[in-house]
């Protein structure tokens, strides 16, 4: 019996084609017999904690803002993906943090959705402690033990890991697809990322199990 294959996903919270491919990516997990394993990315690490304004992220006018808001939420609402307008990007650093400690408990995976929601959908800053432990609320975790992991720091080292992770593959860009020495760069069609599947092997899920 062939062993599952695993698929890495290079993502950051604060990235709208990872918002983007996250969705395209839940069929792939429908379809196929695969182990999904996110890996945090550093985005944009230098951000101060209050943000900092898109237009000065792209060194461009407002003009140029809501052309590229526009265009992201074309493809997002073909996709029935709700989006507000950006203004803002945010240190996504502790929501990652917070996100490779929720995967530790049962059904914690879910709070990926939440902080993509936070973000692209409420428009709130995902590095504020407040809404990070309001994210966690919505997913059903444990609020206390996520303050102390904050306080703490327990998985900084797991997220630097994932850092180094990022650099040794060579990624520059997210999402970012690996799997069985494979890779793939960008919110790739659903028809992309089946490609892939099938060239590395993996098992494909009988409708009645992918239901």
Not at 67 to 96: C, V, W
Not at 102 to 112: L, P, Q, R, V
Not at 117 to 130: I, K, L, M, P, Q
Not at 182 to 206: D, F, I, T, Y
Request: with cysteine; hydrophobic share 35%.
């Amino acid at each position: 019996m062939s062993a599952t294959v695993t698929l890495e996903v290079f993502t950051d919270y604060v990235c709208p084609w990872c918002y983007l491919g996250d969705n395209r990516l839940k069929k792939i997990k429908e379809n196929y017999d695969i182990e999904v394993k996110l890996v945090h990315f550093p985005l944009h690490p230098e951000t101060p904690a209050g943000g900092r304004e898109l237009q000065d992220l792209f060194r461009c006018g407002p003009e140029e803002i809501a052309e590229k808001n526009n265009r992201m939420r074309g493809l997002l609402e073909a996709e029935g993906l709700p989006f507000k307008d950006r203004t803002h990007t945010y240190n996504s650093r502790i929501a990652q943090e917070i996100g490779t400690w929720a995967e530790t408990k049962d059904s914690g995976e879910a709070i990926h959705d939440k902080f993509f929601e936070a973000y692209f959908v409420e428009g709130r800053n995902v590095g504020d402690t407040s809404v990070i432990l309001d994210v966690v609320t919505k997913a059903g975790l444990d609020v206390d033990e996520a303050r102390a992991i904050i306080k703490e720091r327990r998985f900084k080292k797991a997220v630097d890991g994932d850092w180094s992770k990022s650099h040794q593959y060579g990624v520059t860009g997210v999402p970012t697809y690996f799997a069985a020495g494979k890779g793939l760069v960008g919110a790739q069609p659903v028809e992309a990322l089946e490609h892939l599947m099938l060239e590395v092997g993996a098992k494909k899920r009988s409708a009645n199990a992918a239901k």
